[in-house]
């Protein structure tokens, strides 16, 4: 039975770690995300325009959505 507790609390600690490094992450996703929306709308930062701005005479959809 010990070795049973044992395994579970490794397991235990092993969730807690990945937990803490999906956290991480997550926070690092949310950072970067924000500084890439704040830039897609600077003009000062070239080559981060939004799709439709960057397609030279438009994305080639009419207003109704329909190509052209």
Avoid: N, Y
């Avoid at 995300?33 to 030279?56: H, I, N, V």
Wanted: glycine residues 12%; aromatic residues 2%.
């Amino acid at each position: 039975m010990e070795e049973h507790d044992e395994k579970t609390d490794e397991l235990e600690r092993d969730a807690d770690r990945l937990e803490e490094q999906s956290e991480e992450v997550r926070g690092h996703v949310e950072e970067v995300r924000s500084d890439f929306e704040g830039k897609l709308g600077d003009t000062q930062s070239p080559g981060l325009l939004d799709e439709e701005a960057a397609a030279p005479g438009g994305l080639g959809e009419s207003e109704d959505g329909e190509d052209e």
